[in-house]
């Protein structure tokens, strides 16, 4: 049904069809994106609590990063959906490497200070970099969003990639109160130069060990 014959009612009070249909495309929307990215906002919390103790990645380059991760997925998956294979399955969980590397290089640094009690390493320090880790940690949700591209039309479609953009500040704006929570603020400072590459370690290697990447040819 075109959104276009939208309106607040009929003259006898009933709802029009299409006002059920826009709830019902915008409430898909929102479970979609919070069922597939419920973990980045731990992935944002961590990189909110680094910007807000070590000074990097800077506020706007985590949110321009996962602003253009999320792009970078939904357009991935609008390409699949019109039956083009962007990256092959087998090779997804390659982006694993993303998260994995950064983590381990975080993970020197805190060696090398000895956990000295300083803030936790900066991981992503850059908004290419926070780009990378959203579109590795999400690289799964192409498989999600594809089929649903392909089956809701490209109204819907538009409506949806238009609910994910709010949901992204949503994201950001609820990661951002998380990173300055003083009790999120004093775990992390007590643990954070530990925790922050073990998170960052342990995205990486999910997403490589659940990917194809390791099973048989």
Known sequence: MELDTLGAGSADGRRLPGVDHLAGTLGAAVALFAGTNV??????????LSSRTTGRPRRWEIWTGQY????????????????????????????????????VRALVQT?????????????????????GVTVAN??????????V????????????????????AVWCATAAWLGSHPRVVAFIERYGHWLVPAVFIAIGLLIILESPLLAGS
């Open 39 to 48: 973990d980045d906002l731990i992935v944002l919390t961590v990189l909110f």
């Open 68 to 103: 253009a991760g999320i792009a970078a997925l939904v357009g991935a998956s609008a390409l699949a959906a019109a039956g083009l294979a962007v990256v092959p399955d087998r090779w997804v969980g390659l982006l694993g490497l993303v998260p994995l590397l950064l983590g």
């Open 111 to 131: 060696l090398r200070s000895r956990g000295d009690g300083g803030p936790p390493p900066a991981v992503a320090t850059t908004a290419p970099a926070v780009a």
């Open 138 to 147: 999400g690289a799964d949700n192409i498989a999600v969003y594809t089929p």
């Open 149 to 168: 591209f392909r089956t809701v039309g490209v109204t819907d479609s538009l409506v949806t990639v238009a609910v994910f953009a709010v949901l992204v």
